[in-house]
Structure formats: C-alpha cells, structure tokens
C-alpha cells in the first residue's frame, strides 16, 4: 500500500485541546512493500502516527492518502473496506481473556469472511492449519487450543502478532512488539513480521523500542521526536550521533533499560451477581 | 517531637462541617417519605393486630404433606418453572437485538471522534422503547393479557416476556458496554463488521456476566411467575392463591418451601455457571 501524510496534525480522541498535538506537521510517504521502523522516545507520537495511517483516528490538519485516496473523504462502505485491508496491531494485544487462541488468531481474518462464516467457525475453527502456522512462526503452536487468560504476557504478545499474519493485510501497522518478550523470542518475532510481510509483499511499520533490533531487521528508520519527524534516513546511516539526538535527556531508553515493560495482565475480574 | 511541631486547636478536619451538614440533610429529606409512607413500626406490636397476624401465621403449621397434594403441588411447579423458562427465553428473543442496537461500543461512526446523527438517534430510540417495555409491571401486561388470550399459562409466559424483555436489553447494554472494549475495538478497525465483532470481541469479553445475570433474573422470572398467578395466569401461583382464599395455611407454607428450594437451586445453578465460566 502506498501511504502520503502531508502536513498532518493528530491528536488522541481523549486530549485537551489545549494540549499540543501528538503529531504536528507532520510529512511522510511510504512506496508499497516498504519495512519501515519507527523510533523515538516514549511520547513522540509513535502510536498516534501508526493510528492515523490505520484509519483510527482522524487527523485535525493536513491531509492522509491510502493509495491515492483520501480515506476520510470515503463513503463509510468503502472505508470499512480499507480498513479490512490493513491491520493496526496494538502494543496490548487485543485478546478476550475468555476467548482461545485458535478463535483469537483466526479473528484475524473477519473482514475477509461473511458473517456466516464467522459464525461457522465459532462451533468449529475452519482455519486450524492456517492459524497453527501462523503460531508455530512465533514459537507458539503448542498453545493453538489452550485459553488465553492462560497465557503468559510474553506468549499473548505473539499470539497477537500471529493474528497480523493470519489477516493477510496489505499494510501492516504494529505497535511495539517486543515489549514483553525476551531477547532472542524479539529477534525471531521480528524476523517473522518482516518475512510474513516480505512474502505477502505488504508494507510494513513498526515501533520499537530496541533500537539496535530495529537497525539490523529494517531498510529504512524513521526517528520520531515531540510529534515531529527528526530524521528518516536509511539504516546504514543512522550514527549513533543523531541516536543519541533523538534521545537526549532519554538515554536510558535508547539503553533499552526502559523499554522492557510486562503488558499489564489481563486476568478477568471475578464475576459479581448484581441485583438489577 | 510534638514539641518541635505546633499542634494548635483550630486544627480540625476541614471535611467534617460537610459531614454533619450532609446526614442532617439526609434526615430531613427522609422524614416526608416516612410520614407520607404511613411509616408506624410500633402497630407491628399492638395486641389487636398482633393476634389476627400470630393466628394467620400459626395456621400454616404443619405444611401439607399428603400424597394427593405433593403430586398437584409438584406438577404445578414444573408449570411455574415452564412460565419462567419460556418467558425468559422469549425476553432474550427480545433482549438480545435490542440491547445490541442499543450498545455504543458497536457503533463503527463512533470509533473515530463523534458518533453520526443517526446511529446516535437509534440508539436512544431504542433505549426509550426499552424503558416503556419495563416500566409496565408484568402484573399489568399478565393483567391485558388474560383478557387477550384467556386464564393460563400463556398470559404469564407473555408478560414475562415483555417486562423481562425490557429489563434484560438495558442491563445486557449496560454489561457490554461496562466490559473492557479494547478487543472489540481492535477488530472493528481493522475491517471486521459488527456482529462479527460482536462474537469474536465484545461476548467472550463479557460472557460469564451476562449468564450470571440471566440466571438471576431466571430467579426473579419464577418469584414473578408466583405473582402472576394471583390474576389467573396459572402455575403455582394459581394455587396459592386458591388456598390463600380458603385459609388454608398449611397449603401455602408447603408452596413457600417448594419456592425456597426453587430459589436455593438456581442460587447453585449461578454459582456453578459461573465457575464453569471463570
């Protein structure tokens, strides 16, 4: 998918108007099949961009286009169609704890299935094989039938990751992917995001923390700083000099000491009788 | 230490004028309640009244227990728990799209800044045809009802169904959209429709308190059913009623057991639902 952000300012729903913007002024365009990196430190704006190129949030100023359209200016029909064609993963995965993981990796697929289908598969997965591959690329195959409130934050992270790959996108937006894993489940996760895309020729963009995985698996790195677009370079030209740019007054995340956060647990509140 | 720090006297809790001010308020407000209540505890313990009420209450010592009687009371039961079962099944018919339609997180407007006009108008129409489907008591819709389709089972079954109905859509919206909606969300915008979003998302997020609540009213749906059979709408009820009339307290306090046991099984019945679910 091709992507044009021209001077774009983008907000989070839930801001103060008062507050300066998430993004501000913000220019970009992305060729089809690009794997890009997002980096910068916490608060640069790294989650509203990949949200504003997801079609999730409306951009205050400037304009977006997706293929040469302009997605807001799309009837809702149409809309809803492109956005069946991309997939935003966010940096909690989004998983029912209730819910297992073979239904949880194969929702991944929903808007290119009707309803009926959809249903079908709730009373028997239709995908299995498809959904076990998905996983086994993430080392998570054994759990393909276990309950995701079973799962540790490391395992949910890449179930969620597994998702993205199952729905087949043409763009692929995830967000900060590797919090929860450790060293060597990052750099295959990350590996497999980038051959998942690389043989579905879609294009790619990632936030990351870890900064020196970002340089060794992407082209192209995007430094992102206040809402601002520091540098977009590719990455044998990244110097450790605009590194530590980027993170000034922030080094010990460019450290990666700051970036290895467990995703707050999901574990289902007991359920209370209510007298209504 | 307390030397160092100075500890005057006007140092007081700056919360607690507001406090007093607050259960005064509380008091007086609640005294016209009482008196237009016709609030007189102490009659409970007047002689004239306590004899009539001692003697009505002793009648129903010992429970009838004969063969005869346990085989109606038994048949009339299972009818009782027919009205509710069927009376709640026909209120998830009801419940289910409405309380849908009425949900705000389903609303695809809604996920990028403000919903449109009219998904916002339904979802009100909705929840103005669920406040009228409720705040009719079901003796009063069991009431239209016998004159419609006759004494029976049926009225009860229908005015369970429209009271419940109405209860069950605005408590299962609510329930939806009091739950976690991150995955919902998450799936709708990446392209998947509402329903679909609706069973891959919102349900498993929300399951084990929809059933818990269902139960619950299941509960209610049997002590209504009691109620109803008060106006002819049959079931266990309808006998109670008989034997009320006859003074025949023996009769009703074998009826008021079989409801305790009833209410003590769907109690177990909740309880296990939701470990199973948990």
């Not at chain 1, 029909?77 to 704890?97: C, I, K, M, T, Y």
Request: hydrophobic residues 50%.
């Amino acid at each position: 998918m091709e992507l044009k952000l021209k001077r774009v300012n983008a907000r989070h729903p839930a801001a103060h108007s008062a507050v300066s913007p998430a993004l501000k002024a913000f220019d970009l365009s992305v060729a089809t099949g690009e794997h890009i990196a997002v980096i910068g430190p916490s608060g640069a704006g790294k989650t509203t961009l990949l949200h504003v190129l997801a079609c999730a949030l409306r951009p205050s100023m400037g304009s977006v286009e997706i293929d040469g359209r302009d997605p807001w200016q799309l009837p809702r029909r149409e809309l809803r169609r492109l956005r069946g064609q991309l997939f935003l993963a966010p940096q909690v995965p989004p998983l029912p704890p209730r819910q297992r993981v073979v239904t949880a990796v194969l929702a991944g697929r929903l808007p290119r299935i009707s309803l009926a289908h959809s249903l079908r598969s709730l009373f028997y997965p239709t995908g299995i094989a498809q959904a076990d591959a998905a996983l086994a690329r993430f080392d998570v195959a054994d759990k393909l039938f276990a309950r995701v409130d079973r799962l540790s934050g490391g395992e949910r992270q890449r179930v969620g990751l597994a998702r993205a790959l199952v729905a087949q996108s043409r763009l692929l937006l995830v967000d900060e992917p590797l919090s929860a894993l450790d060293p060597s489940r990052a750099a295959q996760a990350v590996q497999s995001l980038v051959e998942g895309a690389r043989d579905s020729g879609a294009t790619l963009l990632a936030t990351l923390h870890d900064v020196p995985m970002a340089l060794r698996n992407f082209p192209r790195i995007i430094g992102l700083r206040e809402g601002a677009l520091m540098f977009d370079l590719p990455a044998a030209e990244v110097s450790p000099a605009r590194l530590e740019a980027l993170y000034a007054q922030k080094l010990d995340e460019l450290q990666g000491t700051g970036a290895f956060d467990e995703p707050p647990s999901a574990k289902p509140a007991p359920v209370v009788m209510q007298c209504r | 230490m307390s030397a160092v720090l100075p500890t005057p006297a006007s140092r007081r809790d700056p919360a607690w004028w507001g406090r007093v001010f607050w259960i005064l308020a509380g008091a007086v407000l609640l005294w016209p309640m009482l008196v237009l209540s016709e609030f007189k505890p102490w009659q409970l313990l007047a002689p004239d009244s306590l004899t009539p009420a001692l003697k009505f209450v002793a009648g129903f010592f010992p429970p009838r227990l004969d063969a005869d009687f346990l085989l109606m009371v038994a048949r009339e039961t299972w009818r009782t728990v027919a009205i509710a079962t069927a009376g709640l099944a026909l209120a998830l018919v009801l419940a289910a799209p409405l309380a849908l339609l009425s949900v705000r997180v389903l609303s695809l407007s809604g996920m990028a800044g403000r919903m449109a006009a009219g998904p916002a108008a339904l979802r009100v129409g909705v929840r103005g045809l669920l406040v009228v489907l409720r705040s009719v008591p079901e003796l009063i819709w069991a009431l239209v009802f016998v004159r419609v389709v006759g004494l029976g089972v049926t009225a009860g079954v229908l005015a369970i169904a429209l009271t419940y109905g109405g209860m069950l859509g605005k408590v299962y919206g609510e329930i939806l959209e009091s739950g976690d909606a991150h995955a919902t969300i998450s799936l709708m915008r990446n392209g998947a429709g509402r329903l679909q979003a609706f069973f891959y998302g919102l349900l498993p997020q929300n399951a084990a308190e929809l059933t818990s609540y269902t139960v619950y009213r299941w509960e209610c749906a049997i002590r209504s059913s009691a109620v109803l059979g008060f106006v002819g709408a049959g079931g266990l009820g309808q006998q109670m009623d008989a034997s009320m009339k006859m003074f025949n307290g023996s009769e009703v306090s074998t009826m008021l057991l079989v409801f305790v046991a009833l209410v003590a099984a769907t109690d177990r019945m909740s309880a296990a639902l939701r470990k199973a679910l948990g």
